[in-house]
């Protein structure tokens, strides 16, 4: 039996003969923002499409998800802004021609008719770029194959650094597990190193485990009102555990605060048990992409640079890029920076999410020239933005979704010289985690809206 999940955005499963819950998302990452519950699925020419609740009557909001392997997932279909209160795409009604046809229901429990267009797949090159990252974890206690860093409570039946699992190879997993547990008890494992979390600094704890259990949380601090996110294992069809790769959402606090990681677990309905390996740790401050680091090691920025053009009075710079993190994952504070138009010696216009105010901005030599609607943002996302100068002013356009947004900008410095094109920001210090996927460059022409939409359209279509 298929299933949905609250909170988290996952698909799982649930065997009725033994009562066994599991999920079949290898990547689990949350979504606190106004994004419920998974309410539906259904398989169409082997795609599969996810429908979810939202209460976010006031920004354009993910409601549908498509995969391919129930894994790896895609936005395809979104609410607009000002669509009202808990809206839920929960029943597929049929498709006609390339649309797909939903039933909607309102918070007042009338009925509305939603449509989201079928998804093609193709493959395509991108260009990935991620930016630095330390693992604040002592290499140690990244690894997780130490068991004297770790303290579990209440004593487990097994507490072992077990050669038999390992996630990297040569290295052991830590192994816990505890039997005939109370329907209500908790096995809690706590690392017993502390670490300093900065004011104002969101952070997120990384691992991959694998074990059976009813389900886990994982929280960062000590602090009492963290709010605590469940996850789920993976199994195989035969019920064998699987590797689960699991990201928690960023959480930070106005003052400075105790990092202190611990992952709790519950006891499956079969016989229970609690199991769980622990292969690999990471706790980061955000933004956190990437491949993993070992604990007390940084990996630095990667970015590219397009050079050698000319900006004239006018130009178009479209592009469309995949946001490897989403809205929960980067917090609010700072900046999550896309690009950068340089020209030295006259000036710069940076592009980027200002995660305080859920916008995509752009500004030039520090100053803000044009900022989209608010918006929610999922990992994965796949955003088509437009750069135009002309008459003194930068324009942007911006799809993520349901249409397009255009941005007439104010009257900035006009970037005119030779110039380049820079992933991230203009210091090259910071760039969002992401993916570029096309790149065009119309130099002495400003596209009119009615072409950049176009343009979309086309990206969108493959074509």
Known sequence: ?????????????????????????????TNRGPQYEVWDLTQLDDLWYATLASSAPNRETPMVLVSTDLNRWAVCGW??????????????????????????ATDTWGLR??????????????????????????????????????????????????QNS????????LHVQKSDMEDDEVVTLRLLGDYDGSAGTPYRLHVWVRGQAKKLALKITAEANEVITDFSLRADADGKPLWTEIWTPAVSYPVPVVLRPRIRIWANDV????????????????????????????????????EGLMLGSTWTHVF?????????????????????YDVPLVGQAELYFECSEKQFKLSVNGLQVAASAPRTLLA????????????????????????????????????????????????????????????????????????????????????
């Open 1 to 29: 039996m298929r299933l949905g999940s609250d909170l988290n955005q996952r698909v799982g499963w649930l065997d009725p003969n033994t009562w066994r819950v599991g999920t079949f998302m290898e990547r689990q990452f």
């Open 79 to 104: 609410l607009a802004p000002g669509q009202g209160m808990y809206q839920t795409v929960g029943y597929y009604a049929g498709r006609l021609g390339d649309w797909l046809h939903y039933i909607v």
């Open 113 to 162: 008719h939603g449509r989201v267009r079928a998804v093609k797949v193709a493959e395509v090159n991108g260009v990935c770029v991620s930016p630095p990252k330390t693992n604040l974890l002592s290499e140690s206690e990244s690894w997780c194959s130490t068991v004297s860093d770790w303290r579990v409570e209440p004593t487990p039946d097994v507490l072992e650094a077990d």
């Open 166 to 173: 390992q996630f990297f190879s040569g290295r052991p997993s």
């Open 271 to 306: 016989d229970r048990t609690a199991e769980l390996r622990l292969g690999a740790a990471e706790l980061s401050a955000v933004p956190v992409e990437g491949e993993w680091v070992p604990g007390g090691s940084s990996s630095p920025i990667e970015h590219f640079d397009c």
């Open 320 to 340: 469309s890029t995949v946001l490897l993190s989403g809205t929960d994952d980067l917090g609010n504070t700072g900046r999550s920076y896309i690009r950068t």
């Open 380 to 463: 994965g996302t796949r955003v088509y933005f437009a750069v135009r100068q002309e008459q003194g002013a930068l324009h942007l356009s911006i799809s993520d979704g349901h249409g397009v947004e255009h941005i007439a900008g104010s009257v900035s410095p006009t970037l005119l010289g030779h110039g380049s094109i820079r992933s991230g920001n203009g210091a090259a210090t910071e760039v969002a985690a992401q993916v570029y996927l096309e790149d065009r460059w119309y130099a002495d022409c400003a596209l009119s809206d009615n072409e950049v939409e176009a343009l979309f359209l086309q990206a969108k279509l493959g074509q």
